[in-house]
Every structure is written in C-alpha cells, then in structure tokens.
T-cell receptor
C-alpha cells in the first residue's frame, strides 16, 4: 500500500496523559498537513510542513500540541496533558506540489476519558 | 476569511440521483474538491474540478461549478447503498500553504 498511513488507528487515554501519533506520507510527497475532525464537523487545519520546515500553525494548535517532521519524511503529532476536548479524529494528508491534490490517511481516533 | 457551506442531510432511494450542494467564498481557488468519508474512516478523494471548467463527468459522478454564484454541486447517478457516507467539499486557500477549508459535510443516506 503506497498511500498515506497513520499509526495508531485508535487511541484511548486518560485525561492528563501524553499521546503521540505518527503519519507516513506518500514517499515522493514533500508537503504534509495535519487536520483535526470533531464529531459532526469537517476537518480543520492544524499545521503544515514543507520538507522538515513547519511553515504554518493554526490557532487551534495550543501550547500542549507539538508537531515535528525531523527528516522531511514521517511526521509526529504529540499532545501533552490531554483533555476531554482533545477527543477527535486526527487526519494527516500529503501532496507533492504546492497546488496538487492532498491525499489523506485513515486517521487516528483519539478518545480521552 | 474563507467559508464553505453544505446542507447537512440528504436521503434518496436506491437507483435515484443524488445532488449534494456546496457554496464557497474564495473566488480565486484553482481547484475545488469532493471527498467521501465512510464511518470511522479517513477521507477518500472522489473527484475535483478546475476552476475554469463548468462541468466534469466521471462515471456516475458529475460536478457542476457556477463561479458567478460560487456554487459547486456533486451529482451521483443511480445512487447505491454503498454511496451512503458523508460527502465534503473542500476549497484550498489561494495563497500560502493551500490548506483545505472543508464544509461541515452532507450525510447521504440511501434507502433500499
């Protein structure tokens, strides 16, 4: 499968714990996005990488959130001190060129108890 | 800022046509997209239309674009039960990172 992959697919955690998600983009895609989707809503942009550089962060990305893409390939999204409001589907997407189509992974569903 | 709006629900009978509508705000978008999301899954690209086109047909899918009214529609011919899902239209921002602005999604229910 040469599509975008995400791990884990599901994560259940207790409030206050830290969690980390991973995204592996399509191999030749140097642009990578993270989105968050809450129940009944469309996905909302969180952050964007071009190669290893994080070029844009949404105001949705509070100080408890951090994203990295250290070698310009896979990316991680960490949430520290999780809150119940962080429960959502976290989607990763990648693309090759600036105006190209984004291809989405299957998402990581986070449930904070 | 950019905003994308969709109606929330649509119910059709199997074999009928479905039409899902979307309005957007950024008239300089180069492409507009339709994605499908099944329960618990990620987003599957269905189709897209270039902004200088009025219509695009792809098998059972027809996309119509009215740039003057900033209105986009997706028609699914001969709707099947497997088409039951949430459909999102998406508009990329025209500058910067080209992140997508999504509508709230239209939940399509196909009745057998």
């Amino acid at each position: 499968d040469t599509g975008v992959s995400q791990d884990p697919r599901h994560k259940i955690t207790k409030r206050g714990q830290n969690v980390t998600f991973r995204c592996d983009p399509i191999s030749e895609h140097n642009r990578l996005y993270w989105y968050r989707q809450t129940l009944g809503q469309g996905p909302e942009f969180l952050t964007y990488f071009q190669n290893e550089a994080q070029l844009e962060k949404s105001r949705l990305l509070s100080d408890r959130f951090s994203a990295e893409r250290p070698k310009g390939s896979f990316s991680t999204l960490e949430i520290q001190r999780t809150e119940q409001g962080d429960s959502a589907m976290y989607l990763c997407a990648s693309k090759r060129g600036s105006t190209d189509t984004q291809y989405f992974g299957p998402g990581t569903r986070l449930t904070v108890l | 800022g950019e905003d994308v709006e969709q109606s929330l629900f649509l119910s059709v009978r199997e074999g009928d046509s479905s039409v899902i509508n979307c309005t957007y705000t950024d008239s300089s978008s180069t492409y507009l997209y339709w994605y499908k999301q099944e329960p618990g899954a990620g987003l599957q690209l269905l189709t897209y239309i270039f902004s200088n086109m009025d219509m695009k047909q792809d098998q059972r899918l027809t996309v119509l674009l009215n740039k003057k009214d900033k209105h986009l529609s997706l028609r699914i011919a001969d709707t099947q039960t497997g088409d039951s899902a949430i459909y999102f239209c998406a508009e990329p921002t025209s500058v910067g990172t080209y992140k997508y602005i999504f509508g709230t999604g239209t939940r399509l229910k196909v009745l057998a």
